[in-house]
Structure formats: structure tokens, C-alpha cells
């Protein structure tokens, strides 16, 4: 179908095929504008721990409420939960990166067994096997099954939910549909990582875990 060419409708009208395109396109952006409003994390009340020495940091620091987006000084990654900041310079920790196990475990994948690292071991480069970004700085590796996980996505809330609790997206090891944002099932190259799914049966949402991330950022920049 050229986008010049008119087609007939179901009422036998002759229609532009470039004016279905663009609709399409405007119902689509629609959906992801009202979706990236929905959707946010539920954080549970910050610990008790309100300062803390850190071994990678010089200075103090400060327990921060969830806010404005930040990018980790450990590992790198957006964070918009809990972080412990520096008042003195501009360090940045997701909470989950500052009171990092030395072991952790993770229910999808039950054969792994965690260890922290601050820089990925080895030379090639690793990527997290929940969002598909790569690993820059702190990480949770298993050296028997060989994933990686960024500290933020071992710890990733099982579901995320809008406003009113009417949507619920529920965090799942497979992605079973296409990315509504980037419609396909692949996050980067071959990688397809997490998602969140709606829970909903009349709701086929499914977001990558890093689209989750980017439409929270989006929103949060629009306003
Ligand atoms: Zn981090
Ligand atoms: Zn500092
Ligand atoms: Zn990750
Ligand atoms: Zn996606």
C-alpha cells in the first residue's frame, strides 16, 4: 500500500491510506502517553539507617526520599527509589547500592548464586540479564551460571501500578508479547530480559524492565 493511495472502508468510503497511518500513530502514542503516566514504583519506607560511611566514599552519606531521577555512582544505572547521597560532592548511591549483600539470590533464577562485585570480573563485556544494559560498575554475579544483575535489577519490585491501583504491571522473567514501546520482544540485539506484564486479562501490556525505567523518566520530565 503506497501512502498516496486511497483504499475503501468498511462503508464502502474511499479513504486515505496516509491518514491511517497517521491516525494509527496518534492512537498509539496515546496509549504509551497514558501508560508512562500510569505506571511508578512502590518504595517502602526508608530504614532506619539515615547516614552511613561507605567503604567506596569519603564523606558521609545521607538517606534521600525517592524524587528527581538520578544516575548511580555504582552502578551506573537510573535510579528514582531511595538513594544515599553525598552533601559534599555529587555521589550518588541507589539504596540498593549502598547496602549491597555480599551473597544474594534471585527466585527466577534459583541454580544462581550471587556475589557482589564492584566491577564485573573478567574482560569481556556483561551485560544484566534482567534490563540488557551492560555492566559499568557494581553487579551481582554467579560465576556457576554466568548472569549478571545490576544491584537496582536484583532488587526490582515485583509489580508496579498506577495511581489509582487500577493497573498492575507484575515483573516476569520472560518477555511474552511484544514491548509496547519498542515493539519487539528483543530489548538490545538478541538480549530480551524482564518485563512487566499486566495482570488485567483484558490488558496486553508488556514493557521491557528498562521501557518501565524510560517511561517513568519521560514522565517525570514532561511533568
Ligand atoms: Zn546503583
Ligand atoms: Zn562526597
Ligand atoms: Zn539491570
Ligand atoms: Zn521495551
Redesign the pocket.
Known sequence: MRLGMTVCDRNGRDVCVAGMVERARRRLKDTLLRCGKAFSFVYDPPGDNLIMDHPNHSHPLHLNPPGAPYK??????L?FGPSYGCEICNYI??E??ANVDRLAFHRFFPKSHFEFFEKAPGYRTRYCDACGKDVL??VYHCSQTGFDL???CLKLKDSVCDKDGCVTLKLSQKVPRKCLKYKSRNVVNKVKGWSYVSCNEDNNSCYHVSCVKELILENWKRG
Do not use: D, M, S, Y
Not at 548511580?72 to 544505572?77: I, L, R, T
Open positions: 548511580c555512582n555504582g552502578c551506573k544505572e535510579g548511591l541507589h540498593e547500592c560498575g557494581f545490576h544491584p537496582c
